[in-house]
C-alpha cells in the first residue's frame, strides 16, 4: 500500500499562487506515475496535471501555462506549483498516483485551494 499526504492549500486572491506538495510513504517502489486531480462542488474530479516516472507531464487545457507539476523520485514527493490562480480553479486537490505492478491507483485525504475574486 502506498500512503500519500497533502499540503499546501489555502485561501488566495485572484492571481496570486499557490504551491501544493504531495509526499508518499508505504511501498513506495510500487509508484508509477504522479498526478494531482481537483473536484469542485457539483463537478466530478477532473485530471489537473500529471507526471511520469521519467518526468514527462501532461495539463488540462484549463491550466496550462499557469500550473507546473514536478517530482522528485528520490524524496516520493510531487509537487503542484499553481501561479495567476483564478477562481474557477477553486476546488480540492488530491494528490493521485498509480501502482506500478496492479492497475490500482492511491488517493490522498484532499487539500482545498480557494481562489477569491
Known amino acids: 500500500q502506498v500512503q500519500l499526504v497533502e499540503s499546501g492549500g489555502g485561501l488566495v486572491q485572484a492571481g496570486g499562487s499557490l504551491r501544493l506538495s504531495c509526499r508518499a510513504s508505504g511501498s513506495i517502489y510500487r509508484i508509477n506515475t504522479m498526478g494531482w486531480y481537483r473536484q469542485a462542488p457539483g463537478k466530478q474530479r477532473e485530471l489537473v496535471a500529471g507526471i511520469t516516472k521519467g518526468g514527462s507531464t501532461n495539463y488540462a487545457e484549463a491550466v496550462k501555462g499557469r500550473f507546473t507539476i514536478s517530482r522528485d523520485n528520490a524524496k516520493s514527493t510531487a509537487t503542484l506549483q499553481m501561479n495567476n490562480l483564478k477562481p474557477e480553479d477553486t476546488a480540492v486537490y488530491y494528490c493521485?498516483?498509480?501502482?506500478?505492478?496492479?492497475?490500482?491507483?492511491?488517493w490522498g485525504q484532499g487539500t482545498q485551494v480557494t481562489v477569491s475574486s
Open positions: 493521485q498516483c498509480s501502482d506500478v505492478i496492479f492497475p490500482k491507483n492511491y
